[in-house]
């Protein structure tokens, strides 16, 4: 680029983030639900009544939007519309907009981590953990019916594992979060158990809430250390699953160890992963990447490093050095493949 391009690609960049914030705003405030709903045009006026909110931060929204070429507005009517063809586009991808909330909450936290006689790093368990859990919560919400069925499934399905796991069988989701995962797959297949395992006592409060709402009888939440699973579950699991975690982890190779340890000498374990690449240069000029980097700075790098061996691999570990990780452990890998959520993601199949 040279140093025009460059000037306005820079500044493009702190556009594109205030948008974010006023999209994570619109989430939160329901003000994006309103808007989808609505049939016909609509003013500012009963957007605001609508909300019970005051009209005239309702119409700074409205109009950042329109700015930002997700709403529209006519000139002479002064109605707002969202293009038919945008709402599910939004509704699915917005819940990832407010970790910008998350994250600034933690940024002083984070600083210190930076200096070297500073803190190591920030786990999922302090007062941050919780802010964290509420929008992860709410963006795994809206997108993970669609991943499951429409991405995750259909690739379980090549390895034959649907209908091991519609006849029955006994599941472990590993770093199990605010239980959005393991709940859709208890719903989808009644005759197999899961246990849905994490270190947060937040999240499992949540996965417990979410087991109630969905009148759940085929799973349980447990709270316990990826890296150290009860030794009287050895072998007893057919199928593990584990989703955006191992990076998170201060020793992924130790829980590695674990899952091939839980694992049955027939069962199987598929890994989600972000998916870039593991040498950062071949991740250049990839924004996709920075947004990943960015997030396990403030999130998945700082959980990583807070315990020892602080591996500190980092959200974009990379897919060929995970591939080796688990090649290292002793699993085969039968398949991988890429999910394309909010950029790309490496689908591991292990057997034993
Ligand atoms: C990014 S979240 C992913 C949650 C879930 N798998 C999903 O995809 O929705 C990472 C999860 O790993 C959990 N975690 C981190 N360190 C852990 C540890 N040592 N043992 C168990 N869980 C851990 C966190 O509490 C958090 O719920």
Known sequence: MDKAEFGKYFTNIFQDGFIMLSIGLGHDLGLFKVMCEAKEPISSKEVAKKLDFKERYTREWLSTMVAASIIKQDRDSNLYKVPEQYKEIIMTNMGFAPALFSVGMRAKAVKETFKKDGPYGINFNGEEGADFFQWFDGYRTLICDETVDK??????????????????????????????????????FPKSTFIGLDYSEVSLKRCNESKQEKAL???????????????????????????????????????????????????FFSLIEIGFHSNPVDNADDKGA???YGVSTFICLQSS??????????????????????????????????????DKEAFFFCTK
Not at 240 to 258: I, S
Not at 311 to 331: P, R, S, T, V
Request: charged share 25%.
């Open 305 to 342: 490093m807070s315990e020892e061996p602080h591996i500190g691999y980092g959200a974009c570990w990379g897919k060929e050095n995970i591939e080796k990780a688990l090649l290292d452990a002793n699993f085969k890998i039968n398949a991988k493949s890429s999910l394309i959520d909010i």
């Open 151 to 188: 991405k995750i499934l259909p690739l379980l399905d090549q390895q034959g594992a649907v209908s091991k796991l519609k006849s029955g069988i006994k599941v472990l989701d590993l770093g199990c979060g605010t239980g959005n995962y393991v709940t859709a797959f208890a719903q989808r």
């Open 290 to 292: 920075a947004l990943y």
């Open 217 to 267: 009888t085929n799973v349980t939440f447990t709270k316990c250390d990826a890296h150290n699973l009860p030794d009287e579950w050895a072998e007893s699991f057919d199928y593990v699953f584990v989703y955006d975690v191992l990076h998170d982890l201060p020793n992924p190779h130790k829980a590695l160890g674990q899952i091939y340890k839980v694992l049955k000498k027939d069962g």
